[in-house]
């Protein structure tokens, strides 16, 4: 069973920077579209970027274009979330994901989730 | 950018009946392929989301058949036959034809 763990969050003033990552346990996540889905505290899932297996396309949320950056690094069997610009209603748990179900046949993987406050 | 919702917002239950949940997308989620790119989470508190219903219809890998997804267009409904303590969490309908967007969420609390 592939594993995803997220690392990277903490603490961090609005305007600031953090760089999320997430490591895969092995090599299959590598031939799918990978995600960045965030929770606020006490609200619901969104969807913030994904990359494709290649890294030729990607795609953003509109409140956070301009301000991430995704990319991955197959080799290292990694995804990264480069975060500038923060402001306090960026703050929630990060989570990566592989949602493409209709591909996979049903096998999605989400990781446990790494927090990020946005907070002067 | 498609916008999805959910009703109820809020769906008590009491164990042995049974749920249903709808959701409304703002554009048809019906591919080319002939897929429905429409999935159903469940999230329980202090977890990560897990898969239920891939592709409108389809139960992911040990998913109880109690659960059920039908729908098409922009119309979807998940259904719980028999509602059971362990099923109390937060469901999400989720669109996969462009990027991704998530429902509001819809909170089943057991009675």
């Known amino acids: 069973e592939v594993q995803l763990a997220e690392s990277g969050g903490g603490l961090v003033q609005p305007g600031g920077s953090l760089r999320l990552s997430c490591a895969a346990s092995d090599v299959t996540l590598n031939a799918f579209w990978m995600s960045w889905v965030r929770q606020a505290p006490g609200r619901g899932l969104e969807w913030v970027a994904m990359i494709k297996p290649d890294g030729s396309e990607i795609r953003y949320v509109d409140s956070v274009r301009g301000r991430f950056a995704i990319s991955r690094d197959r080799a290292k069997k990694s995804l990264y979330l480069q975060m500038s610009g923060l402001r306090v209603e960026d703050t929630g748990v990060y989570y990566c994901a592989m949602l493409d179900s209709a591909t996979s046949h049903g096998r999605v993987y989400w990781g446990q989730g790494t927090q990020v406050t946005v907070s002067s | ?75 979807f409904t998940l259904k719980i036959s028999r509602v059971e303590a362990e099923d109390a969490g937060i469901y999400y309908c989720m669109q996969g034809l462009d990027t991704r967007t998530f429902g509001p969420g819809t909170k089943v609390e057991i009675k």
Request: proline share 9%; hydrophobic share 25%.
């Open chain 2, 1 to 75: 950018d498609i916008v999805m919702t959910q009703s109820p917002l809020s769906l008590p239950v009491t164990p042995g009946e049974p749920a249903s949940i709808s959701c409304r997308s703002s554009e048809r989620l019906l591919h080319r392929n002939g897929n429905t790119y429409l999935d159903w989470y469940l999230q329980k508190p202090g977890q990560s989301p897990q898969l239920l219903i891939y592709l409108g219809s389809n139960r992911a890998s040990g998913v109880p058949d109690r659960f059920s997804g039908s729908g098409s267009g922009t119309d």
